[in-house]
């Protein structure tokens, strides 16, 4: 009863070719976000959904597209992938209220070679 | 905008040791303040808030107060174990685009 799941855990593949991770919560919350940490354990946001409504559309590559079937899943596609898309990918949701924490999932470590 | 500053790791301590994480921020209204704890391998884990002025978050023996006249909400632990090792990361959270905002993360490193 994983509260934010996120698949695959790991994901390698060369440069060029395009990729999906999936993102789904469990726990009721309206907005769902996608972050990228670099090697640095620095955290970027990309994404943010609420409602199935994109709301944050950070400065990110348009390589990168998310899609939010129902405000229960977010996923992310990424075409033409570089080695610098190299990262842990973390999906996380919220109630989106101030005040309110957000849920990680355990991210994705894409490799990109 | 929004921003939040935090001291740069790694840090290390001995065992039982005193833990001080600084952390400062600067942003519009009032938000809330949060530290997120993440161990290897795993996502961000919620460790303790703050949602006004003198408010102390507590958690694991961890404590932090919302201190609205010096802009900071320092993280500190009066005795620290191995299994405390991990990353620890301060946020704010101000409304409107409900988008928060991270320090660049302070590595704990606890050794016997």
């Known amino acids: 009863d994983t509260a934010v799941s996120q698949t695959p855990k790991y994901l390698v593949t060369q440069m060029g070719n395009d990729k999906s991770i999936k993102c789904e919560q469990n726990?009721?919350?309206?907005?769902m976000y996608w972050y990228k940490q670099d090697s640095k354990k620095f955290l970027k946001i990309m994404f943010s959904y609420n409602n199935k409504e994109l709301i944050i559309n950070e400065t990110v590559p348009n390589r990168f597209s998310p899609k939010s079937p129902d405000k229960a899943h977010l996923n992310l596609h990424i075409n033409s992938l570089e080695l610098g898309d190299s990262a842990v990918y973390f999906c996380?949701?919220?109630?989106?209220?101030?005040?309110?924490?957000?849920?990680f999932g355990n991210g994705t470590r894409l490799t990109v070679t | 905008g929004n921003s939040v500053t935090q001291m740069e790791g790694p840090v290390t301590l001995s065992e039982e040791a005193f833990l001080t994480i600084n952390c400062t921020y600067t942003?519009?209204?009032?938000?809330?303040l949060f530290w997120y704890v993440q161990y290897p391998g795993e996502g961000l884990q919620l460790l303790l808030k703050a949602t006004k002025a003198d408010d102390k978050g507590s958690n694991k023996g961890f404590e932090a107060t919302y201190r609205k006249e010096t802009t900071s909400f320092h993280l500190e632990k009066g005795s620290v174990q191995v299994s405390d090792s991990a990353v620890y990361f301060c946020?704010?959270?101000?409304?409107?685009?409900?988008?928060?905002?991270f320090g660049i993360g302070t590595k704990l490193q606890v050794i016997p």
């Open positions: 946020a704010l959270y101000s409304g409107g685009y409900q988008k928060v905002t």
């Open positions: 996380a949701s919220s109630q989106g209220r101030v005040g309110s924490p957000l849920h």
């Open positions: 942003a519009t209204g009032y938000p809330s």
């Open positions: 726990l009721g919350h309206d907005t």
